[in-house]
C-alpha cells in the first residue's frame, strides 16, 4: 500500500512537473514571440520615420530656395520703393528730376 501511496505521488509530482515545464515553455515562446513582434514594429516605423525625414529635407531645401528668390524679390522691391520715394520727395518740392 505504501508503494501504490509514493507511485500516486510520483504521478502526480511528475504531472505538474510537466505541466510547469510546458507553462514555462509557452511564456518563454510567448515572450519571444511578443519580443520579436515588437522588434519588428519598431524596425517599420524607423522606415517610415527615415522616409518621413527624406521627405523633409526634400521640402526644407525647396523653401530655401524659394525663400533665396523671395529675399532678391524684396530686395528689389525696397530698391525701387526708394527710387520713388525720391522721386516723390522731388516732385513735392517742386524739383525737376
Do not use: C, P, Y
Not at 2 to 26: N, P, W, Y
Not at 30 to 53: K, P
Not at 56 to 77: D, F, I, P
Amino acid at each position: 500500500m505504501e508503494l501504490d501511496k509514493l507511485s500516486g505521488a510520483a504521478e502526480i509530482a511528475g504531472g505538474i512537473a510537466l505541466f510547469l515545464m510546458l507553462v514555462f515553455r509557452q511564456v518563454k515562446t510567448g515572450a519571444r514571440d511578443a519580443w520579436r513582434e515588437e522588434a519588428e514594429a519598431q524596425t517599420a516605423r524607423s522606415a517610415r520615420l527615415a522616409d518621413d525625414v527624406a521627405t523633409l529635407v526634400v521640402e526644407v531645401k525647396a523653401l530655401r530656395l524659394e525663400n533665396a528668390g523671395l529675399r532678391a524679390e524684396v530686395g528689389e522691391l525696397r530698391s525701387e520703393n526708394r527710387e520713388l520715394r525720391t522721386h516723390i520727395d522731388a516732385l513735392l518740392k517742386g524739383d525737376d528730376a
